[in-house]
């Protein structure tokens, strides 16, 4: 397939009139083509407003056509081929074994979503039939079910060109929802983005829905992301990204004359709490794991291990020699971006400066290779020096973490509490740990969308039970998450119908249930026979 470097505005491929711009080999550090253009406020307009009158339609389409048109994007995906996973490898410097493993995962989700969307859970049905003889008044016939909010905008990430950029995601679970979508590409992985932007487009031909129901444009700078959130036709924004461009949106979001949700995940530092006789009993193998997962992809994960948590003693000075060691062997890994890598080195360079702070181990530098690289960090700070700079516990987006050096599990405890929203905090414990671990989930609980054992937390399933999300600054709703089939919810609302005959209400508020969804009927959950 060739690239054109064309917006896809309500089905047809049109020539951005903005500033042009092309893509980058991260690796080498040479300039992809071919050229693309951002898109104007007048292309922009118009790609919003063809989505408001593609929702109407599109957001009363049966179950079935809703579910086959996910499955038909992910089967489209596939067939790109290699031409697909080459250009993402190029444009991003991650290996191929990560971008094919990417795509799996994204065609997955737009497969779990098209069951759910069978399966018809997520209308949230709840039924409570009138009760006309009622004393002292009667209770009407009330009849509930979730429906679409409206045109969503989506941001590609810079770090999951596919999982969660254009059809990643957010974009699947608000097709799911009903509702339509405006892709802003990311910059960074533009030629990736057209590939899988027409496989959608595609996908919306072939299964004779409304044009507009998918929309994907370009931007070299910020002007269209920010002219997107405040078009009046967008009802909600899925975002993945860094604080300060979340935030952004979310101010834009919310001065508009009709706020709207901003569904934003923007930082997190994943803190792993390492208990004493964890630490005693298979610390080596412990500092080993640790290291490959805060180098896992240099370190551009929203899930690497930031901070980790120990009680001071032998067996934490062997844990910090093992790491250590373990870092310094570690290769400068490759960056998506010229400006993630200057941020990184930024970022370092501020967190070594800062009192109490020690260098434990840097990896190897990138010397006379090309293409943009950072070198692995691994920092040390004494607990009561994060006690008196909580910035030493904010994320720096790249392979590094800083361990904290404890007096007593109860100061550990105590640090957790005093942590900003995570999207992950982890548990290395062993069974005689049981008994301080038990407070300190009760405290992880209330900072972390996702608490783990044993684990460490790169890598997000997808599935059912799957959070990824977490309170402030991790996202910019606690209540939602952005993977597993809950993410259907941040794009739905509840409407509830009272009195309405029969012939009139929605199908799956019907007696006879011809969508055979499960339902709660006067406060007793039904399920389809």
């Known amino acids: 397939m060739t690239l054109s470097g064309d917006l896809l505005i309500g089905g047809a491929a049109v020539r951005g009139q903005g500033l ?171 030629g990736t983005s057209e590939l899988v932007g027409r496989a959608v487009r595609d996908a919306v031909d072939a299964c004779g829905l409304p044009p507009a129901v ?82 896992l992809g240099s370190g551009q994960f929203c899930t690497n291990p930031g901070l980790l948590f120990a009680v001071k003693g032998a067996a934490f000075d062997r844990f910090v020699e093992v790491a250590s060691e373990a870092l310094a062997a570690k290769p400068a890994g490759v ?51 994060l006690i008196a700079r909580p910035a030493l516990a904010h994320e720096v987006f790249g392979p590094s973490s800083v361990i904290v050096a404890c007096d007593s599990v109860e100061q550990m405890i105590a640090l957790a509490r005093l942590l900003e929203g995570q999207l992950t905090a982890t548990l290395q414990i062993d069974a005689a740990d049981h008994a301080a671990a038990r407070p300190l989930l009760t405290a992880l609980q209330r900072v972390a969308g996702r608490v783990l054992a044993n684990a460490f937390p790169t890598g997000v399933e997808v599935a059912d039970a799957m959070v990824h999300g977490g309170p402030f600054p991790a996202t910019s709703d606690v209540r939602s998450t952005s993977v597993g089939t809950a993410a259907i919810e941040r794009f739905l609302r509840p409407v509830c119908y009272q009195g309405l005959p029969q012939d009139l209400l929605p199908p799956v508020l019907r007696d006879e249930n011809p969508s055979r969804a499960a339902r709660r009927i006067d406060g007793r959950l039904q399920l389809p026979a």
């Not at 269209?224 to 899925?238: D, E, F, S």
């Open 20 to 190: 042009g711009f092309h893509a980058w080999n991260a690796t080498t550090g040479e300039p992809l083509g071919p050229e693309f253009a951002s898109a104007t406020a007048g292309q922009l307009a118009r790609a919003c407003e063809l989505a408001a009158e593609a929702f109407e339609r599109y957001s009363e389409t049966t179950s079935s056509e809703r579910a086959a048109f996910l499955d038909e994007i992910a089967d489209r995906i596939v067939a790109i081929g290699d031409e697909l996973i080459e250009r993402a490898c190029a444009e991003t410097g991650l290996p191929r074994a990560r971008i094919e493993g990417e795509r799996t995962r994204t065609v997955n989700q737009l497969k779990m979503f098209a069951d759910l969307v069978r399966e018809g859970s997520w209308h949230d049905v709840r039924i409570d039939h009138a009760l006309p003889e009622r004393r002292p008044l009667p209770r009407p016939d009330l009849r509930l079910r979730r429906v679409a909010l409206g045109p969503v905008a989506v941001f590609g990430a810079s770090n999951f060109p596919l999982a969660f950029s254009v059809a990643g995601g957010d974009t699947a679970s608000a097709l799911a929802a009903g509702c339509p979508v405006v892709v802003k590409a990311h910059g960074a992985h533009p």
């Open 335 to 385: 960056m998506l971006t010229q400006g993630i890598a200057s941020a990184y080195a930024q970022g370092i360079e501020r967190l070594c400066g800062m009192p109490g702070v020690r260098v434990l181990a840097r990896g190897k530098t990138a010397g006379s290779e090309p293409g943009w690289r950072a070198q692995a960090a691994l920092l040390l700070v004494e607990a009561s020096e």
């Open 214 to 295: 998918f929309s994907l444009l370009f931007d070299a700078g910020f002007e269209v992301g920010t002219a997107l959130v405040r078009h009046p036709a967008i009802q909600a924004v899925g975002f993945t990204g860094s604080r300060s461009g979340g935030l952004a949106l979310r101010a834009v979001a919310n001065a508009r004359e009709m706020p709207i949700p901003v569904y934003a995940e923007m930082s997190s530092v994943n803190p792993v709490f390492a208990l004493p006789a964890a630490l005693a009993v298979r610390g080596e193998p412990m500092a080993q794991a640790y290291v490959e997962s805060l180098t």
